[in-house]
């Protein structure tokens, strides 16, 4: 069973960066797709970024293209997201999440209903 940690949370003031860790164990990610998601009070979750474990290919939501950036180390079984230039709309929850083994959603990245794992959120405060 895949289990997901993430870290890396924290306040941080506008135009800062921080850097999400999304740690697994229990199974190999090198056959999962991984996502990121963020869900702030009263909203609902919204895809952040993904990473296709079949093709390599990265997606960004146009909120944070440009500013974000996904990557994985399969020897450290684990994935980021660095963020950079931080704005106060990014403030949220950050869920990081898993495909079942072997599957792609590419183009529906977005829909949280693709995913079967899930970590227990890190919080991501951006305030001055």
């Known amino acids: 069973q895949l289990q997901l940690v993430e870290s890396g949370g924290g306040l941080v003031q506008p135009g800062g960066s921080l850097r999400l860790s999304c740690a697994a164990s229990?199974?190999?990610?090198?056959?999962?797709?991984i996502g990121w998601f963020r869900q702030a009070p009263g909203k609902e979750r919204d895809g952040v970024s993904y990473?296709?474990?079949?093709?390599?290919?990265?997606y960004y939501a146009d909120s944070v293209k440009g500013r974000f950036t996904i990557s994985r180390d399969n020897a450290k079984n684990t994935v980021y997201l660095q963020m950079n230039s931080l704005k106060p709309e990014d403030t949220a929850v950050y869920y990081c999440a898993a495909t079942s083994w072997s599957h792609d959603y590419s183009n529906t990245w977005t829909l949280p209903s693709n995913y079967k794992y899930w970590g227990q959120g890190t919080q991501v405060t951006v305030s001055s």
């Open positions: 229990g199974s190999p990610l090198d056959y999962h797709s």
């Open positions: 990473t296709s474990y079949s093709t390599g290919s990265t």
